[in-house]
């Protein structure tokens, strides 16, 4: 479960970058759209973050690489 909750944020984090990029591509004119996008990317950025915190420590995921 918590493996899909990272894969879509991940995804969503991905379209927001696509949004935020849209609205920067498409003039100056809605430069608030922009400043939106790029602020939920970083409120899902944050929850990504925790949801890894959550699933490392709860045991549901392991890193790689450290041993």
């Known amino acids: 479960m918590i493996q899909f909750l990272i ?3 991940l995804i969503a984090i991905a379209g927001s970058l ?7 591509s498409s003039g100056p004119t809605d430069s608030k759209a922009m400043v ?3 602020t939920v990317r970083v409120g899902l ?3 990504l973050f ?5 699933g490392w420590r709860m045991g ?3 890193p790689h690489g450290v041993h």
Do not use: K
Not at 18 to 24: K, P, V
Not at 50 to 54: F, G
């Open 7 to 9: 894969v879509a944020t």
């Open 36 to 38: 939106r996008a790029l």
């Open 60 to 62: 549901l995921i392991q």
């Open 45 to 47: 950025s944050v929850m």
């Open 50 to 54: 925790a949801l890894l915190l959550i």
């Open 18 to 24: 696509g949004s935020a990029l849209f609205s920067m």
